[in-house]
């Protein structure tokens, strides 16, 4: 377990780093992502940096990502791990940096002796007023 956390923190930590070769260590080839950003579901290539790099160029620094109430299960050489993450961050031209709350799940699988994200899903709640608005003002 302490090897899958590290991968999650570790993941995590390289964010403010900026560096999306290092981030996408961590995750094996090819792998599912529905991630906060449309489409639905992403292409998920980790030989890829392209698209993190240009998701990361969108903010005046890289962001910082808090990865808090971690539970992860493992059974052989398959785990998921789920938090409740804050990422925090200024947009490129804004003044101001934001921070959001929301929920991840990720599907490890230990391939080739090291465990590798294979899939990772991040969301938050809406309002279920029929407003359909995100709840992005949301804290644990």
Same mark, same amino acid.
């Given at each position: 377990? #302490?090897? $899958?956390?590290? !991968?999650?923190?570790?993941?995590? @930590?390289?964010?403010?780093?900026?560096?999306?070769?290092? $981030?996408?260590?961590?995750?094996?080839?090819?792998? !599912?992502?529905? #991630?906060?950003?449309?489409?639905? *579901?992403? %292409?998920?290539?980790? *030989?890829?940096?392209? %698209?993190?790099?240009?998701?990361? @160029?969108?903010?005046?620094?890289?962001? *910082?990502?808090?990865?808090?109430?971690?539970?992860?299960?493992?059974?052989?050489?398959?785990?998921? @791990?789920?938090? $409740?993450?804050?990422?925090?961050?200024? %947009?490129?031209?804004?003044?101001?940096?934001?921070?959001?709350?929301?929920?991840?799940?990720?599907?490890?699988? *230990?391939?080739?002796?090291?465990?590798?994200?294979?899939?990772?899903?991040?969301?938050?709640?809406?309002?279920?007023?029929?407003?359909?608005?995100?709840?992005?003002?949301?804290?644990?």
């Amino acid at each position: 377990m #302490n090897e $899958i956390q590290e !991968v999650v923190e570790r993941k995590a @930590a390289l964010l403010e780093t900026g560096d999306a070769k290092a $981030i996408l260590s961590h995750y094996a080839d090819t792998f !599912v992502e529905y #991630n906060l950003a449309p489409p639905l *579901r992403q %292409p998920g290539d980790g *030989r890829d940096p392209a %698209p993190l790099e240009a998701w990361l @160029a969108g903010f005046e620094a890289p962001p *910082r990502r808090e990865v808090t109430q971690l539970e992860i299960t493992a059974d052989g050489d398959v785990a998921f @791990a789920t938090s $409740i993450d804050c990422l925090t961050a200024t %947009p490129r031209g804004s003044a101001e940096s934001f921070s959001l709350w929301f929920r991840v799940t990720l599907g490890l699988r *230990r391939i080739d002796g090291r465990w590798l994200v294979t899939h990772e899903h991040e969301s938050v709640p809406f309002e279920m007023d029929g407003s359909f608005r995100a709840s992005v003002t949301l804290q644990p």
